[in-house]
């Protein structure tokens, strides 16, 4: 029997990508040093300096808001110009991309729902203050038991010691457990390497890497239709429930 589910959070409950677009984008307006590259060159080059610097930010090596920074003073080397409006740059993406923020479709809903009967915990590549700030400012904190991040552990996804971290916190063997993540090497791979079924998000209709090792989904909605993949046992009770509750 099914008893716990774990999350990833960036790209599984909260809509990173999003975010991170509509912040780059806003930048690229606001600073015409940047229009030399156009908007989708500028994005991916964003999103490989990110993934350069990640583990730094994740382990807590580096500051998130340093980061930040250097990362706008390579977008406009990359740009063809000086580090001279880094800073200003990079407080504009913060505020864009809190502006921005939104949950990802059906996630609240999924995560309330499937609270009401099994544990929920999540696994993330992150600082525990950004973490924890997420999972409260979109209404997740009341319905996740357990919040595990790379900077508190040490260690990060797709490393097997961070999801057994969270199991031993959850009080669960890895076969009572489903994972839901967005990200195939960190969470999938990672989550099955200790021995945890997933379910890989694919929200944006990316190629399956191997139908052997999970099974995909392309949304967290309807709640019920996901709760009924994550533990059969568990939609056939609450269906029940239900039922019972409606005469």
């Known amino acids: 029997m099914i008893r716990a589910v774990l999350f990833d959070l960036d790209d599984t409950l909260v809509d990173h990508r999003h975010a991170s677009a509509a912040a780059i984008a806003g930048v690229r307006e606001r600073f015409s040093a940047l229009q030399s590259r156009d908007l989708a060159d500028l994005a991916r080059e964003n999103q490989r300096i990110l993934d350069s610097m990640h583990h730094e930010v994740a382990s807590g090596a580096r500051d998130v808001g340093d980061a930040r920074i250097e990362r706008y003073r390579r977008l406009f080397a990359y740009a063809g110009h000086g580090p001279e409006r880094a800073s200003a740059a990079a407080e504009l993406h913060r505020r864009l991309y809190h502006a921005n923020r939104r949950c990802v479709e059906g996630a609240l809903e999924l995560v309330t729902l499937l609270h009401s009967r099994l544990k929920i915990g999540v696994v993330t590549n992150n600082t525990v203050a950004e973490q924890e700030e997420k999972l409260a400012t979109f209404g997740f904190a009341p319905h996740v038991d357990v919040l595990v991040t790379s900077e508190e552990a040490g260690f990060a996804k797709p490393d ?63 709640a019920e239709d996901i709760a009924a993949l994550v533990a059969p046992d568990y939609a056939l009770l609450h269906r029940g429930f239900v039922d019972r509750a409606g005469g």
């Open 160 to 222: 097997a010691r961070i999801f057994a971290l969270a199991l031993e916190r959850l009080g669960c063997d890895a076969y009572e457990t489903v994972m839901i993540g967005d990200a195939w090497v960190q969470d999938v791979l990672g989550a099955t390497g200790a021995g945890i079924r997933t379910l890989w998000l694919n929200r944006h209709g990316l190629p399956h890497p191997d139908s052997s090792v999970a099974m995909q989904i392309f949304a967290l909605h309807p």
